[in-house]
């Protein structure tokens, strides 16, 4: 069965840094990847899809990237600001119904 | 900006008895979710249901747990008797198409005592 790995629990940086956020499976490439924003005792918030066949997507200070070979998804902030302190949450389709398997998150902590 | 309601916000129960949670998906959407979350896990997926009937399920799913869209605006996750480890954030989430963006609701909090 797909499993996900967000590589970092925990990422603390400064205000006006690149967060950069990394997403690997382990199994059958998906045909979609999305990237979702997680505040504490909050349901998960869309950000960004990206499909098997684009390499990367921007949205304003976020970029996501996605490497098929490495089976592997990229996620960046820049200008990173303390509003973007969240969990970051990788997902990826679980089924032909668009049912979603969820990364554990990465807790972005950005300090002024 | 349309959004998924979910009710209650907070649910506590004693251990064996029934609860019913509650969503309104939005309204042109098609498909429709629930997850759940254990405190301090990942998100995981329950159910999903499309065109009047579940489409598919997860192991979590088992047969304490049913869902229902009884009238067409509202998408109702009951757990008939519920147990200890049922203690979970409980996620609605729809989309208008099948793989593609999912909206998800605020959750509801439920507490088996």
């Known amino acids: 069965s797909q499993k996900i790995e967000q590589n970092s629990e925990a990422l603390n940086i400064q205000e006006g840094k690149t967060a950069t956020l990394t997403c690997n499976y382990t199994?059958?490439?998906?045909?979609?990847l999305q990237w979702y924003r997680q505040d504490p005792g909050r349901g998960p918030v869309f950000l960004l899809l990206?499909?098997?066949?684009?390499k990367e997507k921007r949205k304003e200070r976020l970029k996501v990237t996605f490497d098929t070979t490495l089976k592997q998804s990229l996620f960046h902030i820049t200008a990173s600001q303390p509003a973007d302190s969240a969990t970051y949450l990788c997902?990826?389709?679980?089924?032909?119904?668009?049912?979603?398997?969820f990364g554990k998150g990465t807790k972005l902590s950005v300090k002024p | 900006e349309p959004e998924v309601t979910q009710t209650p916000s907070h649910q506590v129960t004693q251990m064996g008895q029934e609860v019913i949670l509650r969503c309104v998906p939005i309204?042109?959407?098609?498909?429709f979710y629930w997850y759940r979350q254990i405190l301090g896990q990942k998100v995981e997926f329950l159910v999903s249901?499309?065109?009047?009937?579940?489409?598919?399920k997860s192991e979590i799913f088992d047969d304490q747990f049913s869902v229902e869209r009884p009238d067409g605006s509202n998408f109702t996750l009951k757990i008939r008797s519920t147990k200890l480890e049922d203690s979970a954030m409980y996620f609605c989430?729809?989309?208008?198409?099948?793989?593609?963006?999912?909206?998800f609701g605020p959750g509801t909090r439920l507490l088996v005592l």
């Open positions: 990206i499909r098997e066949n684009e």
């Open positions: 989430a729809s989309s208008s198409q099948g793989g593609e963006t999912q909206y």
């Open positions: 997902a990826l389709e679980g089924g032909s119904q668009g049912n979603l398997i």
């Open positions: 249901f499309y065109n009047n009937e579940i489409s598919e």
């Open positions: 309204s042109n959407h098609l498909y």
């Open positions: 199994n059958y490439s998906p045909a979609y």
